[in-house]
Protein backbone atom coordinates (compact mmCIF):
# COMPACT_ATOMS: atom_id res chain seq x y z
CA UNK A 1 0.00 0.00 0.00
CA UNK A 2 1.33 3.01 -1.07
CA UNK A 3 0.86 6.06 1.49
CA UNK A 4 0.18 10.02 0.09
CA UNK A 5 2.14 11.19 3.32
CA UNK A 6 5.30 8.78 2.92
CA UNK A 7 7.33 11.48 0.97
CA UNK A 8 10.79 12.69 1.51
CA UNK A 9 12.37 9.86 3.14
CA UNK A 10 15.36 8.13 2.13
CA UNK A 11 15.31 5.17 -0.71
CA UNK A 12 13.27 2.24 1.00
CA UNK A 13 12.38 3.85 3.73
CA UNK A 14 9.04 4.82 2.76
CA UNK A 15 8.06 1.47 1.28
CA UNK A 16 9.03 0.25 5.10
CA UNK A 17 7.23 2.51 6.93
CA UNK A 18 3.68 1.53 3.87
CA UNK A 19 4.87 -1.67 5.27
CA UNK A 20 4.20 -0.87 8.67
CA UNK A 21 0.57 0.17 7.86
CA UNK A 22 -0.37 -2.66 5.80
CA UNK A 23 -2.89 -3.86 8.72
CA UNK A 24 -5.20 -0.63 7.42
CA UNK A 25 -7.75 -1.93 5.75
CA UNK A 26 -8.43 -0.50 2.16
CA UNK A 27 -11.43 -0.37 0.03
CA UNK A 28 -10.08 -3.49 -2.02
CA UNK A 29 -9.98 -5.08 1.09
CA UNK A 30 -13.15 -4.46 3.10
CA UNK A 31 -16.69 -4.02 0.99
CA UNK A 32 -18.48 -1.90 3.35
CA UNK A 33 -15.32 0.55 3.00
CA UNK A 34 -16.18 0.19 -0.68
CA UNK A 35 -19.65 0.74 -0.28
CA UNK A 36 -18.84 3.24 1.69
CA UNK A 37 -16.18 4.98 -0.73
CA UNK A 38 -19.17 4.66 -3.65
CA UNK A 39 -21.60 6.75 -1.60
CA UNK A 40 -19.49 9.29 -0.83
CA UNK A 41 -17.83 9.77 -4.50
CA UNK A 42 -21.61 9.60 -5.99
CA UNK A 43 -22.58 11.84 -3.53
CA UNK A 44 -24.10 15.37 -4.84
CA UNK A 45 -25.12 17.95 -2.48
CA UNK A 46 -26.79 20.20 -4.98
CA UNK A 47 -29.93 17.77 -5.38
CA UNK A 48 -30.33 16.76 -1.87
CA UNK A 49 -30.45 20.87 -1.45
CA UNK A 50 -33.29 20.92 -4.44
CA UNK A 51 -35.32 17.81 -2.62
CA UNK A 52 -34.81 20.45 0.75
CA UNK A 53 -35.98 23.36 -0.40
CA UNK A 54 -38.69 21.54 -2.17
CA UNK A 55 -40.07 20.00 0.79
CA UNK A 56 -40.00 23.51 2.64
CA UNK A 57 -41.92 25.28 -0.12
CA UNK A 58 -44.76 22.67 0.08
CA UNK A 59 -44.49 22.97 4.10
CA UNK A 60 -44.91 26.60 3.92
CA UNK A 61 -47.78 26.40 1.38
CA UNK A 62 -49.17 23.68 3.53
CA UNK A 63 -49.22 26.03 6.51
CA UNK A 64 -50.51 29.39 4.96
CA UNK A 65 -53.25 27.40 3.55
CA UNK A 66 -54.59 26.20 7.01
CA UNK A 67 -53.89 30.14 8.05
CA UNK A 68 -55.96 31.14 4.92
CA UNK A 69 -58.86 28.50 6.55
CA UNK A 70 -58.72 29.06 9.99
CA UNK A 71 -59.50 32.90 9.04
CA UNK A 72 -62.25 32.14 6.72
CA UNK A 73 -65.92 31.85 7.72
CA UNK A 74 -67.03 29.16 5.81
CA UNK A 75 -70.39 26.95 5.54
CA UNK A 76 -69.30 23.70 5.21
CA UNK A 77 -72.79 22.67 4.86
CA UNK A 78 -72.96 24.32 1.30
CA UNK A 79 -71.11 21.82 -1.20
CA UNK A 80 -70.77 24.72 -3.94
CA UNK A 81 -68.28 26.55 -1.09
CA UNK A 82 -66.42 22.75 -0.35
CA UNK A 83 -65.99 22.88 -4.32
CA UNK A 84 -64.46 26.11 -4.30
CA UNK A 85 -61.81 25.51 -1.53
CA UNK A 86 -61.25 22.03 -2.82
CA UNK A 87 -60.58 24.33 -6.56
CA UNK A 88 -62.95 21.86 -8.25
CA UNK A 89 -66.02 24.72 -8.82
CA UNK A 90 -66.25 25.76 -12.13
CA UNK A 91 -64.95 29.58 -12.58
Known amino acids: IGLPFVTG ?4 CGS ?3 SQFSFIPTASTNPKAALKSKIVAEFRPQSLIDELLLY ?5 QIELKEKQL ?4 VDVC ?7 LKG ?3 R
Open 78 to 84: STETLKC
Open 9 to 12: FPLG
Open 88 to 90: KAP
Open 70 to 73: STMR
Open 56 to 60: KRSED
Open 16 to 18: FIS
